[in-house]
């Protein structure tokens, strides 16, 4: 157990659909981290937030935005969804969001676009 | 562009011999390497790091080895057991420095230690 948490585990939606994917650090990390895992596909880097201010964006698609909150916790948000968008989200944390950090993953949500 | 790759989908190493699994990368800017292990309905996990100021690096059963001038890494589990069995992510990012740092993955090799 990484104690990063994530909901909901499983998300099947309709295409046009919005939906928040919510994302819980573990204790005492500052920095959120969301990925997303296609079917056969490593891992693609979306975005990275520290102590609530956006701090990298990687591939990430103008229909998703993602916050961090006060109390840390993270949410991304799709929006417009399509069957493409179909996938593992994951999200990470650690203590900085620095260089020298081990990013902790959570369980991810599996999202099912129909 | 696929930056990081990992050309073996699959291996299947007996319990006690050793398991190499291969990953390749393309930007030379990269300068820190870690391997994540996965297991499934979980979100992978930290294994091990090196960063481009060496060549090698070793935990335990685990060593990964890094060739620059190949841009080649690859892991070492030496003894493999039925345990390590889960994919394997190689991973590389760029800039060693105080800024934030952006993680790119290979595909992953699903390891298979048979007992």
């Known amino acids: 157990d990484s104690g990063v948490t994530q909901t909901p585990k499983h998300l099947i939606t309709a295409t046009g659909q919005r939906v928040t994917l919510r994302c819980s650090p573990r204790?005492?990390?500052?920095?959120v981290y969301w990925y997303q895992q296609s079917l056969d596909q490593g891992l693609q880097f979306l975005i990275q937030?520290?102590?609530?201010?956006?701090?990298a964006k990687g591939n990430i698609l103008e229909r998703f935005s993602a916050q961090q909150f006060p109390d840390l916790h993270s949410e991304l948000n799709l929006s417009s969804l399509e069957l493409g968008d179909s996938a593992l989200y994951f999200c990470?944390?650690?203590?900085?969001?620095?260089?020298?950090?081990?990013?902790?993953f959570g369980p991810g949500t599996r999202l099912t676009v129909l | 562009d696929q930056q990081v790759k990992q050309n073996s989908p699959s291996l299947s190493v007996q319990e006690g011999r050793i398991s190499i699994l291969n990953c390749d990368y393309t930007?030379?800017?990269?300068?820190?390497f870690l391997w994540y292990k996965k297991y499934p309905a979980e979100g992978p996990t930290f294994l091990i790091s090196?960063?481009?100021?060496?060549d090698k690096n070793e935990d335990g059963r685990f060593t990964v080895f890094l060739n620059k001038s190949a841009k080649h890494l690859s892991l070492h589990i030496v003894p493999s057991q039925p345990g390590d069995s889960a994919v394997y992510f190689c991973?590389?990012?760029?800039?060693?420095?105080?800024?934030?740092?952006?993680?790119?993955f290979g595909s992953g090799t699903q390891l298979t230690v048979l007992p």
């Open positions: 991973a590389a990012s760029v800039g060693f420095s105080g800024s934030a740092r952006q993680l790119t």
């Open positions: 204790s005492g990390d500052l920095s």
């Open positions: 090196i960063s481009s100021i060496k």
């Open positions: 990470a944390s650690s203590e900085t969001g620095g260089p020298t950090d081990t990013q902790y």
């Open positions: 930007n030379s800017m990269f300068d820190y």
């Open positions: 937030y520290y102590n609530g201010e956006e701090r």
